[in-house]
């Protein structure tokens, strides 16, 4: 173990014993019940905190530094996808050039989700693979980017693949410095970070993650579950096929058992609707009924899915042919009757019985009578093993979520396969460079993985490791702090405008629990960082509050009340500056007053002895800090875009990928 | 779903239009459509099929007791204008060779 991990170690225990003596302190002896309202939010945001900080430590506690990997083996086969929608073909194409100079033998695609002839024509003029929708997906969902990936999967074969944003150019070594780590057979994923080329030194819209793509990571890594980003990273293709294959097994398996569950009662109620005199339909329906009582004692002694679903289909081909029979003979008659009558015009040939082609049509799925009754129709169709109602049958690319990327990545460790982090860029991309489409791109990913946490709960699946759902879920649950914050800005401005304290007493009992865990607390980020900028971070946690309140609940109402997210793509192209934009950040300048005023009140009251000295400049302190996380905001809705001046002699896929910034502009 | 136009020409000749899918459950009612115009007289009728998208076997049944009716009566049932995916039907079960489609419906009893 080396020197910095140990230390690490040792910060993290002492971190989790104070925080815990703290918090166990407070629970017990330290709530003021009087004024409960603000008393139990503050506290439960406290334990929020510490949980967050508990999860950190945990992950830390395996922190993985990866060597170098060693060099790929030579002749394995790469496709290198390129996901675009409507960026400029002048940009993808200046990734694409970057992507088919890459020096490892590879395939470049572009996935055009545009369609657009002059991104095909661009394309091939260079040699390089379009790829658009195929047929198959007209009028079916078309989940975004997953399913631009789905569409993709299937139409190359390459057992690599790697994965770029439009705007990520890569630099020539990018497969050769990651195709070695899938020496091991079991690696299926190694993602690379995403780093940004048009964000100054300061970096005010927090675009760089210098925290995650680095330490957080490298925890996740530890523990074998390192995430994957979205781009930027190469997969196995024999990993994402296995998912898709296995989910396709479950969702089926799902499907069918439903469908066999509610038949009988579908049935029954069609059956009412058909007039007493139709006696072949009512027949008919019976013996379907019967079919589904079979299949589902089939399934229940536990043969095959795909053999029940089989012989439940040819079965009801059966009925649906004598359905066919029995209307054709009544036909048949009237034809011969017609004949008798005379006068009949053209021949009297009128014979199926050797035409078998007409019989078979007249009684297929769609042809046949039985097709009438909708609900009949859907719920035989329910009962096979294609996926009526998607593209394909096999999705790789998780489609649960706006954020395919997390809960592909769960699905592909929940079936075994390992994952990677490498820790230096081998891409260049662009970052949100006006505050509307930061705030659009952070809500879509808080939205994907609230979408997550409530649909496939890391928690709750059962073949990850404990660590692996624990890895999960702390990103997830850091996601949440927009509650806490409420609490954490509401808290000061209560005691010093309305001399409110949540605690019973600010006493020496009370910081000497506390002040030892927030010190260790952020020497423990300190050693962690180990001089990466970390302050950012924290401050966007506070800031973007109603950004994180707002994807819980818009996720939650997506999930179980079938709301629209609002969901809208990132654009990539740069906005045109309007001035600061202050009505974006309503919330947080509201917050911001609100601390101000209770400065001045606060003083006010102190200094005519309203309030006691000691918990007043505690709370000063306080709001102070909240000032200094909160204040961020301001100067983002104030930025008026990046400089490029002010970038300092960046490598050559740098300098590309800030050309893909004056396409874009 | 499906719906039914029902008007009648100057000449006496019965039109019925079916705008939908031709079906099973459709066929109950286009039936009693026929029915009712052959009870209250009109031995002549028209269906006009260039508004139905598609026909299954219980649509042909009704169209086919519709010439049987309409014949009993002295009288007849014609088809016009028949949409790709009906004329489909009718030539892959032969019945075309039976029942010859008309152009126009106007001028589906001028021969």
């Known amino acids: 173990m080396s020197r910095r991990l140990l230390l690490i170690r040792v910060i993290v225990v002492v971190t989790a014993l104070t925080g815990l003596n703290y918090i166990t302190w407070r629970w017990l002896f330290s709530i003021n019940f009087d004024a409960w309202y603000i008393a139990f939010p503050l506290i439960l945001a406290e334990t929020y905190s510490l949980i967050d900080s508990l999860l950190f430590g945990f992950g830390i506690w395996r922190l993985k530094e990866r060597p170098a990997p060693p060099p790929p083996p030579d002749g394995l086969s790469v496709d290198v996808l390129i996901t675009t929608y409507n960026e400029p073909v002048d940009l993808v194409m200046n990734t694409a050039l970057a992507a088919k100079a890459i020096r490892y033998p590879h395939q470049t695609w572009i996935l055009d989700d545009g369609n657009r002839p002059e991104m095909r024509a661009a394309a091939e003029e260079h040699g390089i693979g379009w790829i658009s929708r195929s047929e198959e997906w007209a009028g079916m969902p078309r989940h975004a980017k997953a399913g631009n990936l789905n569409n993709a999967l299937v139409q190359t074969d390459g057992e690599f693949i790697l994965i770029l944003d439009a705007d990520q150019v890569p630099t020539p070594e990018m497969l050769d410095a990651t195709l070695g780590y899938f020496d091991d057979p079991e690696m299926g994923l190694v993602q690379t970070p995403q780093f940004f080329v048009n964000v100054p030194e300061n970096d005010p819209l927090g675009s760089q993650a210098p925290l995650f793509y680095g330490p957080i990571q490298q925890s996740k890594d530890g523990w074998n579950s390192a995430f994957f980003c979205g781009s930027n990273a190469v997969i196995r293709r024999e990993a994402l096929v296995q998912i898709g294959v296995s989910r396709y097994a479950g969702e089926i398996s799902l499907r069918v058992w439903q469908t066999l ?204 490791s404990w660590p692996q759902r624990l890895m999960y879920f702390s990103t997830m649950w850091s996601y949440l702090s927009g509650f806490a914050a409420l609490a954490f800005l509401a808290a000061p401005v209560l005691f010093l405008v309305f001399g409110v304290l949540p605690v019973q007493a600010l006493s020496s009992d009370f910081f000497v ?153 | 779903m499906i719906e039914f136009d029902v008007r009648t020409l100057d000449t006496g000749v019965g039109v019925v239009t079916p705008r939908g899918r031709l079906n099973m459950v459709a066929a109950r009612q286009f039936k009693t459509i026929l029915g009712d115009l052959v009870t209250e007289g009109t031995h002549r009728i028209v269906v006009d099929l260039a508004e139905t998208d598609f026909i299954d076997s219980s649509g042909l049944g009704a169209l086919i007791g519709g010439v049987k009716q309409t014949r009993q009566q002295g009288g007849d049932l014609r088809i016009a204008r028949p949409t790709e995916s009906v004329m489909g039907v009718l030539e892959l079960t032969n019945l075309a060779r039976v029942l010859r489609p008309r152009d126009a419906v106007d001028t589906a009893f001028d021969d």
């Open chain 1, 513 to 665: 629990r506390l002040i030892p865990f927030l010190v260790i607390n952020q020497l423990l980020f300190i050693v962690v960082s180990d001089g990466r900028p970390t302050w950012r971070g924290m401050q966007y946690s506070l800031a973007l509050f109603p950004t994180w309140i707002r994807a819980f609940t818009s996720a939650f109402g997506n999930v179980f009340m079938g709301r629209s997210l609002d969901f809208a793509v990132t654009p990539k192209e740069k906005q045109e500056p309007t001035g600061p934009a202050y009505h974006l950040i309503k919330p947080q300048l509201f917050a911001i007053a609100a601390l101000l005023v209770a400065v001045v009140v606060g003083t006010v009251r102190m200094i005519v002895g309203d309030a006691e000295v000691l918990p007043t400049l505690f709370n000063f302190v306080w709001v102070g800090l909240d000032l200094a996380l909160i204040s961020v905001i301001v100067q983002a809705a104030r930025y008026r875009g990046f400089e490029p001046g002010s970038a300092t002699s960046l490598p050559a896929t740098a300098q590309a990928a800030l050309r893909n910034r004056e396409e874009a502009s």
């Open chain 1, 261 to 464: 569950y509610y038949a009988t009662g579908v049935l029954k109620k069609a059956r009412k609707q058909v007039p007493a005199e139709e006696t072949g339909t009512r027949e008919a329906l019976l013996e379907v009924e019967a079919l589904v009582e079979r299949a589902r004692q089939e399934l229940t002694d536990g043969e095959a899915l795909f053999d029940v679903t089989y012989r439940f289909q040819r079965s009801v081909d059966a009925v649906r042919r004598r359905m066919v029979d029995a209307d054709l003979s009544s036909l048949q008659a009237d034809l011969a009757e017609i004949a008798a009558l005379g006068a009949a015009e053209g021949d009297q040939d009128f014979s199926l019985d050797d035409n078998q082609e007409a019989l078979a049509r007249l009684a297929a799925r769609e042809w046949s009578p039985m097709g009438a009754i909708d609900s009949v129709t859907a719920l035989v169709d329910a009962v096979d093993v294609d996926r009526g109602g998607e593209a394909q049958a096999i999705m790789p690319m998780a489609t649960i979520s706006v954020t395919e990327d997390m809960a592909t990545c769960m699905r592909m460790h929940g079936l075994g396969w390992k994952s990677a982090y490498h820790d230096t860029p081998l891409a260049f991309g662009l970052a949100p460079e006006d505050l509307k489409t930061m705030l659009t791109q952070r809500l879509r990913w808080a939205q994907g993985t609230m979408q997550v946490m409530f649909r496939e709960n890391p928690l709750s699946q059962k073949r990850l």
